[in-house]
């Protein structure tokens, strides 16, 4: 279900485009996951002890020993004009100053966490971007909170016009 609107101004921006359907809050869970857990793993199983299916990560910082993550870059002949990195892994003492994200599902119920963060390393060098499941593992702590999402379901499916997988909004009676 997309939802269109046009730019109805005299000038010469684009067309304004998007996808929205109306979602109301739920609940809030404010947390904390310990050292050694992996990022995704960690707020995959507060999702799930606390029956969130859809939300958003309001707020994640932290200390972690390993971070894993993407970024985009300039790539001709793909769908939007960019490609994503090799996956870059960093280690050491990497401080977490800011992560936000939204918690989708797939079509089969799988949890599809997106989340885009910045951190330093000991050297106060800045890096940042779209991290990966499966290699963020906490050193001291992450705190989090989570904010739950009822009225919308907030899927993750292939966007053909991008060349990516994207959220993909629809209503929701729930």
């Known amino acids: 279900m997309e939802s269109v609107a046009i730019n109805m101004e005299k000038t010469t921006a684009a067309p304004l485009r998007y ?52 970024y985009a870059v300039p790539a001709a002949g ?10 870059a892994v960093c280690e050491g003492v990497l401080e977490f100053f800011g992560g936000s994200g939204v918690i989708c599902q797939s079509a089969g119920g799988e949890y599809l966490i997106h989340l885009h963060g910045s951190f330093c390393d000991e050297n106060a060098h800045v890096r940042g971007g779209h991290f990966l499941a499966g290699g ?19 899927l993750r499916t292939y966007d053909p016009e991008t060349g990516f997988v994207q959220i993909s909004p629809e209503p929701s009676p729930a």
């Open 136 to 154: 963020n593992i906490v050193v001291t702590t992450l705190d989090f909170v989570i904010n739950e999402i009822h009225g919308a379901k907030l």
């Open 19 to 70: 996808q929205a359907v109306p979602a109301r809050a739920g609940r809030t869970v404010v947390g904390r996951l310990l050292p050694g857990t992996d990022l995704f793993a960690g707020l995959e199983a507060v999702c799930r002890e606390h029956g969130i299916k859809y939300g958003y990560i309001d707020c994640a910082i932290g200390c972690f020993k390993k971070v894993t993550f993407v």
């Open 78 to 87: 793909t769908p939007s004009g960019i490609a994503y990195t090799q996956p």
